[in-house]
């Protein structure tokens, strides 16, 4: 069974920048697919640069930013509970009733976009409550079994075949409420099938059990302290950094064929990999970069708002209720769009941080948390 180490949990910056990365990435890749409308009809404003764009967004971005999103969700729940357990409090408890609430802001979210994490996020979040008990070596053997993608790997080994006709049925039936759709048919649709469509896309893409072992890597890496310049950390993630972008490579240059069912989710977790360890090599190495991803770190404190907004802003933008961008712009234009997305609201977190210590729904959903609306620490 795993106790605290007492150890101080101090703030870790080049988390913040991660989660700003990750937060940037996903409003960014969220605009290549036009906030998950794919349409038929011809795009009326098209570059000749728009699958070039979209391949390597695809490769940089697609199942990365929400990975990077979630192994930090790990973090911050380990750095919590951490925290609890050296005042001698079980934090068990305030835990899923913060995962309840989590769900709630989901809820609120998937209104306005149906490609909404949060409520799955709130259900991995769970499972961490009894893993977090269980010693290093165990946890550990966990995150293995996650890693080889176990589900994929029985399908190709015994030949079964997963269905997925319920989950393209569904899919068109939002995909129409969002092209033709009225704001109130596409909250209905979206609430009606919202969290349903996302778990069964997980089961599809294969982040399923992804999502999960990252989860409970944040918080196993929180445990052995990686983000911190201590020891021999950098070592690691330069270890790290060189295997996995070998291994990237490697398999950048060889064909899938029969197995990328099973292998592709395992090609994008290294590549995750390689991104996490070279932005944490590089903040800790370089004092440019820090200062560069200064900004970054800004965006990240706010995530969980930047990321609710970027399903009201997007969705008005390109759904048939509002502008109606996603037969208007191709894909270049698109990611444009998402990078002012990013710039304003990157402004308005300047100007929230200004006078405030936390995002708005930051603050909120640690106050309902803790329920002290006059809490200064917990």
Not at 83 to 96: E, I, L, V
């Amino acid at each position: 069974m795993y106790k605290t180490r007492s150890l101080p949990n101090t703030r870790i910056h080049v988390a913040d920048a991660l989660r700003g990365i990750a937060v940037a990435g996903i409003i960014l890749y969220h605009s290549v697919e036009h906030f998950n409308i794919f349409t038929q009809e011809t795009i009326v404003h098209s570059l000749p640069s728009d699958q070039t764009v979209a391949d390597v967004l695809a490769w940089t971005l697609s199942g990365k930013m929400y990975g990077i999103f979630a192994m930090l969700f790990g973090l911050s729940f380990f750095i919590m509970n951490d925290n609890q357990q050296q005042k001698r409090r079980c934090f068990s408890g305030r835990f899923a009733w913060r995962m309840c609430l989590l769900f709630f802001f989901g809820v609120i979210n998937v209104a306005f976009y149906d490609g909404d994490i949060l409520m799955l996020y709130a259900c991995y979040g769970m499972l961490l409550i009894p893993i977090s008990y269980l010693s290093s070596r165990a946890v550990w053997c966990i995150i293995a079994l996650l890693a080889i993608q176990p589900i994929e790997l029985f399908c190709m080994l015994t030949g079964y075949t997963i269905d997925h006709t319920r989950f393209y049925e569904i899919s068109g039936i939002i995909n129409s409420a969002h092209e033709h759709g009225t704001f109130l048919e596409n909250t209905l649709t979206n609430l009606r099938y919202g969290f349903e469509v996302n778990l069964r896309f997980n089961v599809f893409s294969g982040r399923l059990t992804q999502l999960l072992c990252l989860f409970i890597l944040g918080m196993q890496l929180g445990r052995h302290r990686l983000f911190y310049n201590e020891g021999k950390n950098l070592r690691i993630w330069h270890i790290i950094l060189c295997v996995s972008a070998m291994l990237t490579i490697g398999l950048s240059l060889s064909g899938f064929g029969k197995i990328e069912m099973w292998l592709k989710p395992i090609y994008n977790l290294i590549i995750l990999l390689m991104i996490v360890s070279a932005v944490v090599s590089a903040w800790y190495a370089f004092s440019g970069i820090r200062s560069a991803l200064h900004h970054l770190c800004i965006f990240g404190r706010m995530s969980l708002t930047n990321y609710l907004l970027q399903s009201i802003i997007g969705c008005f933008i390109f759904c048939g209720y509002g502008l109606a961008c996603y037969y208007k712009l191709g894909i270049t234009y698109a990611v444009l769009i998402g990078l002012a997305m990013v710039i304003c609201q990157y402004i308005f977190c300047r100007f929230w941080f200004s006078s405030h210590p936390r995002g708005p729904l930051e603050g909120l959903w640690r106050k309902l948390t803790w329920m002290k609306w006059n809490q200064t620490s917990s």
